[in-house]
């Protein structure tokens, strides 16, 4: 189809001119060559091993293993979560156990020791029914320096008998590098009293009297005499042990 059309008339050219078919063919030249440019680009890296549909699909692929392990990371730690709860718990249970068991321990051992004092009264070893010592213990006092100290004084329950008598206690030790003994009367907390702790009983009386020492005295041993009227004196040495009382 022509361009324009021309109308004679005598010498006169009359042209008709269609601007927009101009334009329309330099609109088509333009998206022409930008699809070419794109067809030649995409054809250039398809040629050197890019694919577009296997870019997308491999995001795809990465997108969903992202997802799968976001969702097993998220399980792992739920699971060490509930491992941490379940050690915590073991570990508490554990300690409870352990406290328990110790207790029980301490328990027996003190039972154990109360059926021993209580078989001495009732049946010595020995067989011998006169007065003994069953028990002495130092105990930690009121504050520094102080203590107590404690005596248990047994007899076998053949004797039907009331003992009487008293205590008499020296505790050796060192001071000033010095060997030096402290009689009951040194020690007292309270100043009344003398040197003797007295005691009446039929088969046992516990003795007890609060010491305080001088600074810095080391004792070393407790000697112990327990005189009575009508048996021969009872003489014991103690090592110094401070123990925690139960």
Do not use: C
């Amino acid at each position: 189809m022509a361009d324009h059309a021309s109308l004679r008339t005598g010498r006169l050219v009359v042209r008709y001119h269609a601007p927009w078919r101009r334009r329309a063919i330099a609109v088509g030249s333009i998206v022409g060559l930008v699809v070419l440019v794109l067809g030649a680009f995409e054809f250039g890296r398809y040629r050197s091993g890019y694919n577009k549909l296997a870019e997308i699909q491999l995001r795809r692929e990465l997108t969903a293993t992202i997802e799968r392990l976001e969702k097993e990371n998220e399980k792992l730690r739920q699971a060490i979560a509930a491992a941490e709860l379940a050690r915590e718990v073991d570990r508490k249970a554990y300690a409870d156990v352990e406290k328990n068991l110790a207790e029980l321990q301490a328990q027996i051992l003190k039972q154990q020791e109360e059926l021993t004092f209580y078989r001495g009264i009732v049946s010595p070893e020995d067989g011998i029914g006169g007065l003994r010592i069953q028990r002495f213990q130092v105990l930690p006092g009121a504050g520094e320096q102080h203590f107590r100290l404690r005596l248990v004084l047994v007899q076998s329950m053949r004797q039907e008998t009331v003992v009487s008598g008293s205590v008499r206690i020296a505790i050796e030790g060192v001071l000033d590098n010095k060997p030096l003994q402290l009689s009951l009367a040194d020690t007292r907390t309270e100043r009344a009293g003398g040197a003797e702790l007295p005691f009446r009983f039929r088969y046992f009386q516990n003795v007890e009297q609060d010491i305080e020492l001088p600074p810095g005295f080391e004792p070393r041993a407790v000697n112990v005499e327990v005189r009575s009227a009508k048996l021969a004196p009872l003489r014991e040495s103690f090592p110094w042990q401070v123990q925690v009382e139960s």
